[in-house]
């Protein structure tokens, strides 16, 4: 719409590569401005599902890096972790199964995959076929043209910041986030070996 209406209108669009941003504040949760960004589908929460870093499926797939949950706004660390987790959520997508079921527990998902396939996969093994599949992905959209991140709309890093509220004076190092995160991820060496 705001090509439509004319280049005065840009500033007002929220997208990330054209997608509608959700109502999912990046400046509030780092980890869903970071999908946002580097994510090959962008605008996507379920990119990130960035509270996902400090549920407990998740830790032995960060302490398979020495990385543990970040702190909110400690964008390093952010950049890092996610750098797992966004893979890790490939991998459980590819299973077909539901993001909340990560939220009610431990489900015994390699144990099913396992009894299933009859593979014996562990969590290493697991990460990494998330990694192949996000790494396919970024490779898709480099072969057709698009960009390895997408620009956020200045509000939602936090630009500039709000006056009040639980997100006053915050705006976000994106920068820091998705340095860290490709360099978790490894794209580059990936896509071309993949």
């Known amino acids: 719409a705001a090509e439509r209406l004319g280049p005065e209108t840009q500033e007002a669009a929220m997208h990330a590569g054209g997608q509608e941003l959700p109502m999912h504040r990046g400046v509030y949760e780092p980890g869903v401005a970071l999908g946002y960004a580097v994510d090959p589908a962008p605008g996507r929460h379920t990119a990130t599902l960035s509270g996902t870093a400090d549920l407990a499926p998740c830790a032995p797939y960060l302490a398979l890096h020495d990385l543990r949950p970040p702190g909110r706004y400690d ?59 996000q790494r396919l992905r970024h490779a898709f959209n480099r072969r057709e043209g698009l960009p390895e991140r997408f620009p956020l709309p200045a509000r939602e890093r936090g630009d500039p910041p709000q006056e009040e509220g639980p997100t006053a004076g915050i705006t976000l190092d994106v920068e820091t986030m998705v340095r860290a995160y490709f360099e978790t991820l490894n794209t580059e060496r990936g896509t071309r070996e993949t």
């Open 75 to 133: 964008y390093e660390a952010k950049g890092r972790a996610f750098g797992v987790i966004i893979p890790l959520l490939r991998a459980y997508d590819s299973l077909g199964l539901c993001h909340f079921a990560l939220q009610m527990g431990e489900p015994p998902f390699l144990d099913w995959l396992n009894a299933a396939t009859g593979w014996g996969m562990d969590e290493a093994a697991f990460l990494e076929a998330g990694r192949r599949i």
